[in-house]
């Protein structure tokens, strides 16, 4: 009883005394969230991002996720329907002459179920899985991006994605087997030309009212709005609409304004307006403008029904959750991969001063990083898609996802045209890489634009969702009842104090330690020193963390820049957890070690960067200071990749080997493209005679055909050198045009 009774004195004694003086002022620092951003955060998983913002990452839950893998009926989707898809896509004239799809290519996304990937199968779609739904996408992509992006729009954020989650079952029997087929093509309609990503400034409306309809009078949605950029606007025929609903004399609840909702709306409906094409950076995709007139909708338009009234920014979120892991960047690693696979093909049968441009070492350092950013994506990719198939609606990670697999992305395209110089530059139907660079904008900007999602979303969401304990503290200070709130603040704020006091000791001790001593993998093997420095880098960002959020409170949202940086921080670590497992899950092949090794350097650097440009940037100088003395002690830093790695990495690219083939071989087997397949040709053939150019210069000749009259080579010899020189002259040959054929009406 004493022990119980001073067990509870203490406890009264640290309520008074610590906590409430604690919580007075965590509601004075913490930020403050509007309705919307509670909504924005509050959707979707947290997953592996929560281990990395713990400073202590389970390195078993990483290695325990599954592999992904296709099953036979979507392999066997992929080797058919996607293939002959690909067959029918001629990217110069969707973009330059038809300005859309072929006919034949529409026909036959309906009839194939493309547009019902992510539907199951009960209500007639395919059913697959998040990593086919990302490898058709994939595989589309390095053919036309236009296809690629009318296969995406209706299995991402759109009314199938919405319907599954959150519609009625009525809703879900009737819209789902109709999306499934093709009937019906949709859209959806958020971005206002007054509001993009601020959703609280929407200016279209909803009004709960009645309306007479075929003489019965009818309780349903007066609605207003005009949205832009919606992609396959021209072409649906019902419209996933975002809006503001009222309900002024209170016909569905107390709540007159319940706020943001989604409902959707049947084209043909009187007042529906779809306005003229939009042309995105020259690409042939359907967008355009909608807008709607004093449109009349019954209530079961509410997707949800009357229950989601309100809820639609919450829906919106959840939705995006998993389709922005899928998406963008399956488009972004496919890109990746494709700059990477031609790039290096192209350096390697350019010569210049008698030498392939690719043994240049100016080149070799493009190529280099080419090698590495697409590893990197791939590898992000499919650990995203792993995550989404356990279940998981990874917000953070899908963000992390969108932002850096499009930055990369970019990165790579820009290096693929530099080391294709004017190969690149002349536009025509060989040039396989104008388009490519003509779309990055538009994976930049939709779905959340880059900058946005950077300054704002990465670490602000994730400091908040991913975090152990903040959202709990946050949550009770919240708390209207103050009792009930303190309550809640106490049952937390201790457990949080012992894991920031914990994490601190772990933090130093890495730092000073360059993380050494701390545990890997069993199975980790030969990149084990890479787990031990993410243990590092997690203990010092979760640290770091933790001091930002102390000081700055809720003037961390106006810190876009220093949040930037942090979210950069945990986008790198990451990225390189889901290259370590690749690696693993490949079966550990040591001739992919360069490329893990300068992924994994290169990542290291960028932390260690965003960790100095945050402490210049600190308010407090003396903690900034203390701060770097504790993280970044000098002499314990991460070397940065050495030149024979980058070039390791580089001739990854430029000889036929296995390792070339796991990071490239997958992306046109099969597929009918003639300039790509005259590259890949011209790679093969000129490869397959080097020893043979070899032997002749040795010799002192400097022509094959001299050393052919000579009688050193053979006829069959000489025949093979004949192939790859023709092979290589139609590589470097670029399209021109008659002046009438440019003329456009």
């Known amino acids: 009883m004493v022990v119980k009774g001073s067990i509870m004195n203490w406890r009264a004694w640290r309520r008074q005394w610590l906590t409430e003086p604690l919580y007075r002022m965590a509601r004075d620092a913490m930020p403050s969230l509007s309705p919307t951003e509670q909504q924005a955060i509050e959707a979707g998983d947290v997953w592996w991002d929560a281990q990395l913002f713990s400073g202590r990452p389970d390195w078993r839950m990483l290695l325990d996720v599954p592999p992904v893998a296709l099953t036979t009926e979507e392999q066997a989707f992929i080797d058919g329907p996607v293939a002959q898809l690909c067959k029918m896509l001629n990217d110069w004239n969707i973009n330059w002459k038809d300005a859309d799809l072929p006919a034949q290519a529409w026909d036959f996304l309906r009839q194939q179920g493309f547009f019902g990937m992510i539907i199951p199968k009960e209500y007639g779609g395919l059913g697959f899985s998040a990593y086919a739904h990302s490898e058709v996408v994939r595989q589309i992509s390095v053919r036309s991006v236009t296809a690629s992006v009318t296969v995406m729009v209706p299995n991402s954020l759109g009314p199938g994605e919405l319907l599954m989650q959150f519609g009625t079952q009525e809703q879900r029997e009737y819209w789902l087997p109709r999306l499934a087929r093709g009937e019906e093509i949709p859209c959806f309609g958020l971005t206002s030309p007054e509001a993009g990503s601020d959703a609280a400034s929407m200016t279209d409306t909803g009004v709960v009212c009645r309306r007479e309809i075929d003489g019965v009078e009818t309780l349903g949605i007066l609605l207003n709005w005009r949205k832009r950029y919606i992609t396959l606007s021209p072409v649906a025929t019902v419209l996933g609409l975002a809006f503001k609903l ?16 989604v409902a959707l709306i049947p084209v043909n409906l009187p007042g529906v ?6 042309l995105p950076a020259m690409q042939a995709f359907q967008n355009g403008p909608t807008e709607g007139h004093d449109v009349f909708v019954p209530l079961d338009a509410l997707i949800g029904g009357v229950e989601q009234a309100g809820q639609g920014w919450q829906m919106l979120m959840s939705a995006l959750a998993a389709g922005r892991g899928i998406s963008l960047p399956s488009l972004s690693a496919a890109a990746c991969t494709f700059s990477a696979h031609t790039a290096g093909a192209y350096a390697r049968v350019r010569t210049q001063f008698g030498i392939p441009v690719g043994k240049f070492e100016g080149v070799q350092e493009r190529l280099g990083h080419l090698a590495a950013n697409a590893y990197l ?30 930055e990369r992305m970019r990165v790579s395209v820009n290096d693929a045209m530099d080391i294709h110089a004017g190969k690149a530059v002349i536009d025509g139907p060989s040039n396989y890489l104008g388009n490519l660079y003509r779309a990055v904008p538009v994976a930049i900007t939709v779905e959340g634009a880059n900058i946005l999602t950077r300054s704002l979303i990465v670490f602000g969401q994730g400091a908040i969702r991913a975090h152990p304990y903040l959202m709990d503290e946050i949550v009770a200070i919240s708390n209207s009842d103050q009792t009930a709130g303190e309550d809640a603040f106490d049952a937390v704020i201790w457990r949080h104090l012992a894991h920031s006091a914990k994490n601190a000791l772990r933090a130093v001790g890495t730092a000073w330690t360059a993380g050494v001593f701390t545990r890997a993998p069993k199975a980790a093997g030969a990149v084990a020193p890479y787990f031990r420095s993410l243990n590092r880098y997690a203990a010092a960002f979760a640290l770091i963390s933790e001091v930002t959020l102390l000081t700055l409170g809720g003037s961390l949202k106006r810190k876009e820049m220093l949040s930037a940086r942090l979210g950069d921080i945990l986008a790198e670590l990451f990225l390189v957890s889901a290259v370590l497992k690749r690696w693993l899950d490949e079966g550990k092949h040591d001739a992919d070690l360069p490329l893990v090794r300068l992924c994994s350097l290169q990542s290291f650097a960028t932390i260690e960067k965003r960790l100095d440009d945050v402490l210049l940037n600190f308010p407090s100088r003396a903690m900034a200071w203390t701060l770097r003395a504790m993280l970044l002690p000098v002499g314990f830093r991460s070397p940065p990749p050495s030149d024979k790695v980058i070039a390791a990495c580089a001739n990854i690219l430029l000889e036929p080997c296995d390792a070339r083939s796991r990071l490239v071989g997958e992306v046109w087997e099969g597929h009918d493209s003639p300039s ?21 210069r040795h010799a002192g000749l400097k022509d094959w055909r001299l050393a052919h009259e000579k009688g050193a080579i053979t006829d069959g010899q000489a025949a093979r050198l004949q192939a790859a020189e023709q092979a290589l002259e139609q590589v470097i040959e670029v399209d021109d045009f008659a002046p009438e054929d440019l003329s456009r009406s």
């Open 246 to 261: 009222s309900d002024p004399d209170g016909l569905i609840g107390e709540n007159k304004e319940p706020g943001i909702s």
């Open 273 to 278: 307006v779809t306005g003229r094409r939009h």
């Open 377 to 406: 994506v791939e590898a992000a990719r499919r650990f995203t898609c792993a995550g989404i198939d356990q279940g998981y609606k990874p917000s953070v990670v899908s963000a992390i996802m969108k932002l850096h697999a499009t």
């Open 676 to 696: 790509v397949e005259l590259l890949e040709r011209a790679f093969e053939l000129i490869n397959e005679v080097q020893p043979l150019l070899d032997r002749i």
